[in-house]
């Protein structure tokens, strides 16, 4: 919805023509014309009211959806974060498990090098 500051007069121009329109038809008093008028400028005033209350309803749910949309995002990061972290300690574990199996590779490499040789002492 595009609406520009002079949208309002809009519809009070025709408002406006159709009460002096039906105040020239109509062979009543002045009174009664400006009565109409006034109930024109009214309704007018009340359509602008209400398209004001309009706009200013769409601007508060724009920025509850931006919010929400906002929460939304940091708590997906929030989760790509831990996941990471996850991933990172896993990572971290298996290289551990890792150069434990390497250095009790080695280890066993070394006593079966020592028993080959007849070594008095096969630890390592």
Excluded: Y
């Excluded at 400028?41 to 209350?53: L, N, Y």
């Excluded at 995002?73 to 990572?91: L, P, R």
């Amino acid at each position: 919805m595009n609406m520009t500051k002079t949208n309002w007069l809009k519809p009070f121009a025709v408002a406006s023509f159709f009460a002096l329109a039906l105040a020239a038809c109509d062979n009543s008093s002045a009174d009664k014309a400006e009565s109409k008028m006034d109930d024109a400028i009214e309704q007018t005033q009340q359509m602008a009211d209400d398209a004001g209350e309009k706009v200013n309803e769409m601007a508060t749910d724009v920025k509850e959806s931006a919010a929400d949309a906002s929460d939304k995002v940091g708590d997906k990061m929030d989760e790509m974060g831990e996941s990471m972290s996850n991933q990172a300690d896993d990572t971290s574990e298996q290289m551990n498990d890792m150069a434990t199996d390497a250095g009790n590779a080695i280890e066993d490499k070394c006593e079966d090098v020592k028993e080959g040789v007849n070594a008095e002492d096969t630890d390592c």
